[in-house]
């Protein structure tokens, strides 16, 4: 395989609108794009996609300090915590990431990170306020596919929300 581009990762991974969680589509392809010539931070995404939570975190931590890309590293190493339930641990790493933006589309790409990992906690209506923090950003930004993504997101959340207030039942089982 000679490295994966950006348009192949559709075909590698999701994330499932209902969750807002990762979703591995092409396991075999991500264990050999780890064989191979792999970018440090995306050989990171890999090990994270794949599960291997501990070569995640360890050798994500060791490439932070020095890392170009050290936004994208912190948001990966915080989904590794966030499925790990370890949320204050994601919660900080978010607000490290939050702290390197530096344009209204930075700041809404983790925000949209936040809700997220707001979402994963069953912090339904939080969740919405994040993502609709991330669309309004976006829009500032130009980004109108990336607003209405995150307008889907915030309604979306709504809709878990006022369902599981309605209903007493768990958002999880309403996504």
Known sequence: MGGITVED????????PATFRDVVINRDALNE???????????????ALLR???????????LLPDSPDRR?????LAQ??????????????????LRTARTPEEEAYVRHHIGRRLFDEARFRSAADEFQWAADLYRVAGQPESAEENRQAMRHALH???AERTT???GFELS
């Not at 794009?33 to 090990?47: D, M, N, Q, S, T």
């Not at 590794?80 to 990431?97: C, M, N, S």
């Open 72 to 76: 994208e590293l912190l948001l990966i």
């Open 33 to 47: 794009a780890l064989a191979g010539e792999c970018p440090p931070v995306e050989r990171i995404r890999y090990l």
């Open 160 to 162: 878990v929300h006022s």
């Open 52 to 62: 291997r939570d501990t070569e995640a975190l360890d050798e994500g931590f060791k």
């Open 168 to 170: 007493g039942h768990s």
């Open 9 to 16: 990762t559709a075909s590698l991974w999701r994330t499932d």
């Open 80 to 97: 590794v915590k966030q499925r790990q339930y370890r949320w204050h641990d994601a919660a900080v790493l978010h607000e490290k990431a």
